[in-house]
């Protein structure tokens, strides 16, 4: 039983961090109907960057913060400078250039800050509570996870539901024809809905990073874990993407946790939900609609 | 008088207009355009040609130029271009297979190096038997196994397209390697398995001996098993675009509706597209752990995967000659950008990675300026430069 809690809750935290690199593949794919593989490297980029603060003798938070900020820089200009010539194109091109992009970020990191790994320091602590005599599996770095995650998806709600820009985001994800007729800047709005989407992409790389070791090939799983994550939730849909990234987080953490020696199959298991989904439902899990957008 | 005037005049305000929406329509029909340049339907019989006009005897015959260049490429180089040259073979079986998926039918693959990793984990294990059988069946054994993988993954393949497709088959890239660590005791885990690479038979040694006086090395005889193995296939591989399957193939990729109601059956056609692709994977991961002598998940990781997309993008999408000279790319590229990066002041480590750096930036620049990859390019232009050459010269016999 204690056993069972402890691999929820931690399937909990990291399907939090999962949910997060799927929100953040969601907000691209809506608005340039492009998956950006590139989000992991990009994100991996800024992690590293917060790490040479912290090494510089900086606090977490501010590394953090300019983390952040450097991620939306990031994908505000890929978006304008490399992105923009192939949007609307052949859907192959826009997929091959993300690619490129991947590797090209990733061998950067390599270069710049060195390809050995590299811990990466934690604000809380990894001890669980305790009460009374049991030590229960919450520790604070989930808490800080969670909430985090939490607070970050609470603020682009409330951006596209209740101001201006929000409505002209989604109004230019929607229909980029009427949008531009009815005078939004869609352009501005890509590029601004790009750098949003870094953030969240850094946001969780830098979480899913905390307490443990980093190296430039650190987000591979987790692009492709917030991918399945994304598709079990429909690619469309931010909701979805939550909820897919809750239930991949539970399963990957039974299989690792339950299965002998089971942490080699992560993957493989992540591999076999997306086919399994992509088969029986390749709207993603909550699709209403039998169109078959695979 | 008053007619060149009124030309004059009225051109500039069409073309003022035209030029808005014909721009952004170029974007979005030249890369299709320019990726279907890479591999053109063959051309119409009565042109001028020394070839013979079947495509068969046609690609016979191009296929013995290749094997008697490649001897001499051969015997004229030292053992270490030698081993480049080994390493140049399998790139390439995987680059042509990968370029017929991606470029004949539209299909990315992210998970060409896994299918790798599957030939060439069963070459080794073939291998590490106490008696051997047969070289050439080893190698059908891999190329047998990764086919069947390759199966699978095409039949869930074929519902997909475009991104779906290109995660899924990272997803294949990023998961299998961890099989082999599971099974550690089959497989080696995170060491692999070393492969203990052949002799060279009698005949060889002869052979070398009676065509140029070399020593037959052991470097040299993998070179050459490579190199069969990929004339055989870029032979089967260019018989088979030029046939109704790849015209098939084509009509898959270029327009889905018109080849469904012309009663082609998509799913079928790209499972097969995609077991065929895997079959030439699965035996350049053959050669790869001949060559190497190792079969490690560390070799077959996402990296090896877009090695391979950068070779065809870069070489032209569908063309066969394109994959070729973008595998040489990738082999004779590295060893140059890190000696540069050694003179830049980088360490080994650093210097390293200055080739996927590369890569990178290759499939950007290529895919935003010339989607079309180096044949394609050659070949548009050449196209352009022979009809502006032909209205010229139809101009001047019919204006006097």
């Given amino acids: ?294 | 008088m008053s007619e060149p005037q009124n030309t004059s005049a009225s051109t500039p305000a069409p073309a003022g207009t035209a030029a808005g929406p014909s721009s952004g329509k170029a974007t979005e029909e030249a890369p299709a355009r320019a990726t279907a340049a890479a591999n053109p339907p063959p051309a119409a019989g009565g042109g001028r040609t020394f070839l013979p006009q079947s495509t068969l005897l046609r690609h016979l015959l191009v296929l013995l130029v290749c094997a008697v260049g490649a001897m001499i490429l051969l015997e004229i180089t030292d053992p270490f271009t030698n081993s480049q040259l080994a390493s140049l073979t399998y790139y390439a079986i995987a680059a042509g297979g990968l370029t017929v998926l991606t470029g004949l039918n539209g299909q990315i693959s992210l998970g060409h190096g896994a299918l790798m990793a599957v030939g060439a984990y069963t070459v080794a294990l073939f291998l590490s038997a106490d008696e051997p059988i047969a070289l050439p069946l080893i190698l059908l054994a891999g190329v047998v196994t990764a086919t069947i993988v390759g199966a699978l993954v095409g039949v869930a393949a074929a519902r997909l397209h475009g991104p779906y497709l290109a995660g899924a088959t990272l997803a294949l890239a990023v998961g299998l390697p961890g099989i082999a660590i599971y099974f550690h005791d089959i497989f080696g885990g995170e060491q692999g398995m070393r492969v203990r690479a052949p002799r060279p038979p009698e005949v060889f040694d002869s052979f070398i001996g009676f065509v140029s006086g070399n020593s037959a090395t052991g470097t040299k005889w993998l070179a050459y098993l490579g190199t069969i193995c990929l004339l055989i296939t870029y032979f089967l591989l260019a018989n088979l675009v030029r046939s109704r399957i790849g015209r098939t193939w084509r009509a898959v990729r270029d327009q889905e509706v018109a080849a469904e109601l012309a009663g082609i059956n998509l799913g079928a056609w790209r499972v097969l597209a995609f077991v065929v692709s895997a079959a030439a994977a699965g035996l350049a991961g053959g050669v790869l752990a001949l060559v190497v002598r190792l079969a490690a998940p560390s070799g077959f990781t996402i990296v090896l995967s877009l090695s391979l997309l950068t070779a065809i993008v870069l070489g032209g999408l569908g063309s066969l000659l394109g994959a070729l000279l973008g595998s040489a790319l990738l082999v004779f590229l590295p060893p140059f950008v890190t000696d540069l990066g050694a003179d830049f002041g980088l360490n080994n480590t650093e210097a390293a990675q200055l080739a996927p750096f590369v890569y990178g930036v290759v499939l950007v620049v290529a895919m935003i300026f010339a989607p079309a990859g180096f044949v394609g390019t050659v070949r548009m232009r050449w196209l352009t430069y022979r009809a502006k050459q032909r209205t010229a010269a139809s101009r001047a016999a019919s204006g006097g």
């Fill in chain 1, 1 to 294: 039983m204690q056993q069972f809690l402890n691999v929820t809750l931690t399937g909990l935290t990291q399907g939090m961090i999962y949910a997060a690199f799927a929100l953040a593949l969601v907000l691209i794919w809506r608005s340039t109907r492009i998956v950006n593989f590139a989000q992991g490297s990009m994100a991996a980029a800024t992690a590293f960057i917060a790490l040479a603060l912290i090494q510089a003798g900086w606090s977490y938070w501010v590394a953090l913060v300019v983390a952040l900020a450097s991620g939306f820089l990031l994908g505000a200009v890929i978006e304008r400078v490399i992105i923009r010539p192939v949007e609307g194109g052949p859907e192959l091109n826009a997929v091959i250039v993300t690619l490129g992009l991947f590797v090209a970020i990733q061998a950067l990191i390599a270069i710049v800050f060195g390809s050995s790994f590299q811990s990466f320091p934690t604000p809380f602590g990894v001890r669980g509570f305790t009460v009374g005599d049991t030590t229960i599996p919450v520790t604070p770095t989930s808490l800080y996870v969670i909430g985090s995650v939490l607070i970050t998806m609470g603020l682009l709600v409330a951006l596209f539901r209740f101001t201006r820009v929000g409505l002209a985001m989604r109004a230019s994800a929607f229909g980029q024809e009427v949008a531009r007729l009815l005078g939004v800047k869609v352009g501005r709005m890509l590029t601004l809905g790009w750098g949003l989407a870094a953030v969240v992409g850094s946001l969780s790389g830098l979480l899913i990073a905390g307490g443990g070791f980093v190296f430039p090939a650190y987000m591979d799983s987790l692009i492709v874990f917030g991918f399945v994550a994304a598709v079990l939730g429909g690619l469309d849909s931010p909701i979805g993407a939550v909820v897919g990234g809750l239930i991949l987080g539970l399963a990957l953490n039974y299989v690792s946790g339950y299965v002998p020696r089971g942490s080699a199959l992560v993957n493989i298991t992540a591999l076999a939900i997306l086919i399994v989904v992509l088969l029986v439902r390749p709207g993603g899990l909550f699709s209403s609609a039998t169109a078959r957008r695979a």
